[in-house]
Structure formats: C-alpha cells, structure tokens
C-alpha cells in the first residue's frame, strides 16, 4: 500500500515536470519568432534604406562601377544644373504631398480641348516679352548651339549626316512629370507644388499627351509613358525614369526617344519663352544633349547630337523661331539609352499649357517633314 502511494507521488511529479517542460519550450519559442520578425524587419528596414540611399548605380556601366568614376552629381542632376535652378521649396512641396493627400489623376481627358490647328505655312515673328536674349557659341547652318561641355565641337560632329531607323516609331516619357505651367483661364489648376501638380490634366503628361495624338494622326508609332517619376520624392528621378525608358525600350528599334520637360530656369511668372506663329502665342522649345563629359559612358552621344540638329534645322525652316538654340552639355541625362535620345524643353513656367500645346502640334508637323 505505502509503495502505491510513493509510485502515485512519481507519477504526479512527473506530470508536472513535463507540463512545466511544455510551458517553457512555448514561451522560448514566442520569444524566438519574435526576435527573428524584429530581425527580419530591420533587414527590410536595411535594403530599404540602400535604395533610397542609391543614386543611380542602375545607370552605371561596368566600367563606371569597377572604376569608381560615378559621380553623385551627374546622377541626381535634380534639372539642368547650368542653366537652370531649383528652389527648395519646390523639392518640399512635392515630398509632403502624401501628407496632404494628394490624389494623382492619370490618363483622364481634359473637357477643354485646344482648338487652334496651326498647318505648316505660317508667318512667325519674335516676342521679348518674358523672353532672354539668346546664348549660344556655335552655328551650323541655321542652327545655334550653346555648347556647355568640355569638348570642342568640330565640324564632323555638326553635319546631321545620320539616318533615322524605323523613323515612324517614338518613346515618349517625363523623368520631372509633375512640372507645370501659368494657370490661365483655359486651363486652370491648383498647384500641389512650386509650379508643379499631380493632376496630368495640367502637368508634363497632358504636353506630351498632345504630341502624341498629332503625331499618332500622321501614322506614327508612338509610345507616350505617363509614370510619375519625380512623385512622391524628386531626388533619384532620373534613375527611376531610366528604368521606364529601358523596359519600354526593350526589344524594340527606336532611335527618337524624348523625354519632356519644362524648363525651369527663372521662376514665377517672369520668364515664359514663347514665339508668334499666325498670331498666337506657342511655347519655344529646346533640345539638350548630353555628353560622356560628366565621367559616365555615352558612346553615342555624337548621333544624339546630330539628330538633334538634323531635327532643328528642319524646324528653323518651317518655323523660324520655335526652337531655342541647342544646349550640349557633360551631364548624360539617361541619353545613351538610343541614338535620338534627347531632352525637349517645352516653354518654362510663365508660359500657359495652351502655348505649350500649340509647340507640340508645330513639332509633330516638323517630325513628320525629317521622317518621311
């Protein structure tokens, strides 16, 4: 009877060592899936972080990154950094918009349209109004060119002797989406920004929107990309519309690919570089092209180059005072990813969308002459 009672004692302590076995091993294991979450997240936390911190290295060349010559500057040239300025509170009112709840409006139609058809017999005269005098150290032809690089420019690098492959087809995209223009009363808007917004109604998008649809009505092959690139952050804008343009790019011959801004030189309502074309109004436009002067590999610069003055010869011709002269630069701009790569300028911020449009339409027509 006494050896029963003891077996009996075994038997309970035994079963409460093993519950308390049980208890333990649970409670370690919460506390180790804990700590493995918090690392995983600060692991998360980490790569994030790198991104953000990554300036470009997604348009280095092999070269570039075995050699150490990627410059910071030449990555996040925020806008073209000779000509052109940015204020601070630009690059703040576009970082806060999600705190203001900015919603972004894509690919919605504009209820007013513009009607104004401007063909290719026209009469054009200057406007100093709200205008610069022009600044250029180089000619061929009819064409100027600012040249701002460190190269000397030859004459084999002007004369446009370059043919366009598969000519019909054009990328069009925006690295600085939101930028926009004068409110007027056409096209009135509330800006999210220093002369920015999110509402493609009004900002880079609905400019190349137009050039799209005139140069569709010629039998182009456009395409016309509307990612925001410089929203919600403005910095690494160039690497993120790198990435667009080479995935929309892939596969495919195209040489004219042009990236849309707007100029931001001055600021306000002070400078908006427009010409008379049949008595309206139209935004001036001008190319810049880049070079390898900035330490980034650009072997095809020289035919950016050319195309560029084979473009604005053309134009000159058809309407004299639309273009603005050609600004040739060392930052690379994302230009080595085709052979007509190019920044197109359109107007700046005293300009008004409806003088922007009408450059767009007076373009199509001059691409549709150099194509055929």
Same mark, same amino acid.
Request: some cysteine.
């Given at each position: 009877? %006494?050896?029963?009672?003891?077996?009996?004692?075994?038997?309970?302590?035994?079963?409460?060592?093993?519950?308390?076995?049980?208890?333990?091993?649970?409670?370690?294991?919460?506390?180790?899936?804990?700590?493995?979450?918090?690392?995983?997240?600060?692991?998360?936390?980490?790569?994030?972080?790198?991104?953000?911190?990554?300036?470009?290295?997604?348009?280095?060349?092999?070269?570039?990154?075995?050699?150490?010559?990627?410059?910071? %500057?030449?990555?996040?040239?925020?806008?073209?950094?000779?000509?052109?300025?940015?204020?601070?509170?630009?690059?703040?009112? =576009?970082?806060?918009?999600?705190?203001?709840?900015?919603?972004?409006?894509?690919?919605?139609?504009?209820?007013?349209?513009?009607?104004?058809?401007?063909?290719?017999?026209?009469?054009?005269?200057?406007?100093?109004?709200?205008?610069?005098?022009?600044?250029?150290?180089?000619?061929?032809?009819?064409?100027?060119?600012?040249?701002?690089?460190?190269?000397?420019?030859?004459?084999?690098?002007? =004369?446009?002797?370059?043919? =366009?492959?598969?000519?019909?087809?054009?990328?069009?995209?925006?690295?600085?989406?939101?930028?926009?223009?004068?409110?007027s009363e056409t096209y009135n808007y509330t800006m999210t920004g220093n002369y920015r917004t999110t509402d493609s109604n009004y900002n880079m998008i609905r400019v190349g929107r137009e050039l799209e649809t005139f140069l569709t009505q010629k039998g182009f092959n456009v395409i016309h990309d509307g990612t925001y690139h410089d929203y919600p952050a403005y910095s690494g804008s160039y690497d993120r519309s790198y990435q667009t343009a080479t995935n929309l790019l892939y596969g495919k011959n195209i040489d004219l690919v042009f990236d849309i801004h707007r100029d931001a030189v001055g600021s306000g309502d002070t400078y908006g570089p427009?010409?008379?074309?049949?008595?309206?109004?139209?935004?001036?436009?001008?190319?810049?092209?880049?070079?390898?002067?900035?330490?980034?590999?650009?072997?095809?610069?020289?035919?950016?180059?050319? =195309?560029?003055?084979?473009?604005?010869?053309?134009?000159?011709?058809?309407?004299?005072?639309?273009?603005?002269?050609?600004?040739?630069? %060392?930052?690379?701009?994302?230009?080595?990813?085709?052979?007509?790569?190019?920044?197109?300028?359109?107007?700046?911020?005293?300009?008004?969308?409806?003088?922007?449009?009408?450059?767009?339409?007076?373009?199509?027509?001059?691409?549709?002459?150099?194509?055929?």
């Amino acid at each position: 009877m %006494n050896v029963a009672v003891i077996n009996l004692r075994d038997l309970i302590k035994y079963i409460l060592k093993i519950a308390f076995l049980i208890t333990l091993l649970f409670y370690l294991g919460k506390i180790l899936y804990s700590s493995q979450d918090n690392i995983l997240k600060k692991i998360n936390i980490n790569v994030d972080t790198a991104q953000c911190l990554n300036f470009g290295t997604a348009i280095l060349s092999s070269y570039d990154k075995e050699n150490n010559k990627y410059r910071v %500057n030449n990555i996040i040239d925020m806008q073209l950094p000779l000509f052109t300025t940015l204020e601070n509170t630009e690059i703040t009112n =576009i970082e806060v918009e999600e705190k203001q709840e900015i919603n972004i409006v894509q690919n919605t139609e504009q209820t007013q349209e513009n009607q104004t058809i401007i063909g290719t017999t026209v009469t054009t005269e200057k406007v100093l109004e709200k205008n610069l005098a022009e600044s250029y150290n180089t000619e061929y032809t009819n064409v100027k060119i600012n040249n701002k690089s460190d190269y000397t420019i030859t004459q084999e690098m002007l =004369i446009p002797d370059i043919e =366009i492959n598969n000519s019909k087809s054009i990328l069009i995209y925006h690295t600085h989406t939101c930028e926009s223009y004068t409110p007027s009363e056409t096209y009135n808007y509330t800006m999210t920004g220093n002369y920015r917004t999110t509402d493609s109604n009004y900002n880079m998008i609905r400019v190349g929107r137009e050039l799209e649809t005139f140069l569709t009505q010629k039998g182009f092959n456009v395409i016309h990309d509307g990612t925001y690139h410089d929203y919600p952050a403005y910095s690494g804008s160039y690497d993120r519309s790198y990435q667009t343009a080479t995935n929309l790019l892939y596969g495919k011959n195209i040489d004219l690919v042009f990236d849309i801004h707007r100029d931001a030189v001055g600021s306000g309502d002070t400078y908006g570089p427009t010409v008379m074309i049949n008595g309206k109004k139209v935004a001036q436009l001008m190319f810049v092209v880049g070079t390898d002067g900035g330490g980034l590999e650009h072997p095809n610069w020289i035919e950016n180059f050319k =195309i560029a003055i084979k473009i604005q010869a053309k134009a000159n011709e058809m309407y004299p005072g639309l273009f603005r002269p050609i600004i040739l630069t %060392n930052s690379r701009y994302n230009q080595h990813i085709a052979r007509g790569a190019s920044i197109i300028e359109v107007g700046a911020t005293a300009n008004t969308l409806e003088e922007c449009l009408l450059s767009m339409q007076c373009l199509a027509n001059v691409l549709e002459e150099v194509c055929k």
